[in-house]
């Protein structure tokens, strides 16, 4: 479901680009049949709701996830949005219905995936255990749904969340050397690890740009990201300007083989340096 939520996210944002109706009513309809329709049963032990990592799958294998219930909520929030666009083209569900799933996705994460003690964000729960690994890229869409339900609600509990999740990544998911994020990928092939730091950096700028964030937070953030920026732009070969896996031992030189998944970090990172200087 993960992977659907992030077409679905992407739809959302070439409608915003282009201003081309038919992607945000595609990402509405792949939400509404696809994605929210994994959700509970409310009342099937020991999840009671949440989004199913797998639509179709053995009982044995199913999985409630962070990963497919944060970018879920994410896509509640940017339909709520654009409310007024889906319901002048006939959609049934409202601002509101999308606005409500928002909530009880971000409730139903928080209150089993979510440790408020820490800020960490767990990976998933089965039918006989919790997964306590922690990575990036649910911290990262965490804090961002978090800043959903702060945009909507003005609830300074979500805000903090939001802090929460962000400086557990900045302590505890950095690299013992540099403190920074360098180490990018998983595995020395790239993967899906490779985006995770990736995920992070797009959703901290919402964090640092907020008004209401307090100073030294905001002022800590920024500086992490620019130290993040420094880092990756010296791993850079002047003529293939691909992003490696580890910005502090490796540089990757034309012609050589190069995973995708880190250079899209690497990009992205840089997207998010470029938005917050632009606003400070």
């Not at 739809?11 to 792949?30: D, F, P, V, W």
């Not at 992003?243 to 030189?253: A, H, K, P």
Request: charged share 20%; hydrophobic share 40%; net charge negative.
């Amino acid at each position: 479901v993960d992977d659907l939520e992030w077409i679905t996210i992407t739809l959302i944002r070439m409608y915003e680009t282009s201003g081309n109706e038919k992607y945000i009513l595609k990402a509405q309809h792949l939400y509404d049949s696809y994605i929210i329709t994994t959700w509970g049963p409310d009342d099937e032990a020991p999840w009671f709701g949440g989004i199913s990592w797998e639509a179709v799958c053995e009982p044995e294998r199913k999985t409630k996830n962070a990963c497919s219930n944060r970018p879920g909520a994410i896509i509640a929030a940017m339909l709520a949005r654009h409310g007024s666009v889906l319901m002048a083209n006939g959609s049934k569900k409202t601002t509101l219905d999308y606005e409500n799933d928002l909530k009880r996705i971000y409730q139903w994460e928080r209150k089993y995936l979510f440790n408020p003690e820490t800020g960490a964000v767990y990976d998933n729960i089965n039918r006989r255990r919790t997964a306590y690994r922690v990575a990036s890229y649910n911290t990262g869409t965490f804090l961002a749904a978090a800043m959903d339900m702060y945009a909507l609600t003005h609830d300074r509990d979500y805000l903090n969340d939001a802090i929460m999740a962000a400086d557990y990544t900045v302590c505890n998911l950095t690299d013992p050397t540099t403190g920074l994020m360098n180490n990018v990928a998983r595995s020395m092939n790239g993967g899906d690890g490779g985006l995770f730091h990736g995920i992070f950096f797009r959703y901290l700028t919402r964090l640092i740009l907020c008004s209401d964030t307090p100073d030294e937070m905001r002022n800590s953030l920024r500086r992490f990201v620019a130290d993040n920026a420094r880092l990756a732009m010296s791993c850079l070969d002047g003529e293939a300007m691909i992003f490696s896996r580890n910005w502090l031992t490796e540089s990757i030189g034309k012609n050589e083989p190069a995973p995708l998944t880190p250079h899209v970090t690497g990009c992205t990172l840089l997207a998010a340096q470029i938005e917050v200087m632009r606003n400070y």
